[in-house]
């Protein structure tokens, strides 16, 4: 089973001591990928980029403008479903992830990612820093592509270390912001999409409640 330092820089993995920021996961296919749903969520984004081409032009047509509030529903209603899905997909990753560095005994209590259209013209997914809180660490994850399961390690820390702070924004839009060791990350996300409030609470309940750190006996 890894355990990681107590100062959070090294993680044990069974044969020798490797930097956190250095680790290497293989994560095996999610439950999320096996019953097709990441390919439906891949359909998704194709769906929302076509939408995107539509109505580009309708805004530009007379005829389309009066159809402007129909679409603009339908492609919210796309966008929610696509966020959603890579959301869940996400926290999957994020639950097995968690469980290799940590071992069965350290379960991810509330996990949370960056689920947000990127800031351009043509429509993608913004999907880098993730967070998962346990009972004794906080690890924060950073996927180097929406599409991928791929991620590597920002830091791991004890619950008492962190800081974490659910800010409003334009339109309402909620957004994370986690602190740890002088520096601030932020994840966005959508309504509908994101739930920030559960890993605070997640965090608060670690804090009130701590566990021993479990290190490596190597």
Not at 2 to 23: C, H, L, Q, Y
Not at 157 to 185: C, H, N, Q, S
Request: proline fraction near 6%; hydrophobic fraction near 50%; glycine fraction near 8%.
């Amino acid at each position: 089973m890894g355990a990681f330092s107590p100062d959070g820089r090294w993680w044990w993995d069974g044969i020798a001591w490797v930097a956190t920021t250095e680790i290497q996961l293989a994560i095996p296919e999610t439950e999320f990928e096996r019953s097709g749903r990441l390919a439906e969520a891949r359909s998704l984004v194709n769906t929302r980029k076509s939408m995107t081409v539509v109505g580009y032009g309708g805004v530009g047509s007379i005829v389309g403008i009066p159809l402007m509030p129909i679409f603009l529903v339908a492609y919210y209603v796309v966008m929610i479903r696509l966020f959603k899905a890579y959301r869940e997909w996400t926290l999957e990753l994020l639950t097995l992830a968690t469980a290799q560095l940590l071992g069965p005994d350290e379960p991810v209590e509330a996990a949370e990612t960056t689920a947000f259209p990127p800031y351009r013209l043509w429509p993608g997914v913004q999907r880098d820093f993730a967070v998962a809180v346990t009972q004794a660490h906080v690890l924060l994850y950073w996927f180097g592509d929406y599409d991928s399961p791929a991620c590597r390690v920002v830091f791991a820390a004890r619950p008492d270390e962190v800081e974490m702070r659910v800010l409003t924004g334009f339109l309402w839009l909620k957004r994370l912001a986690i602190g740890y060791g002088g520096r601030w990350w932020t994840l966005r996300g959508i309504w509908g999409a994101f739930q920030p409030e559960q890993v605070v609470a997640a965090l608060a309940n670690s804090r009130t409640h701590p566990i021993p750190v479990v290190t490596s006996q190597a």
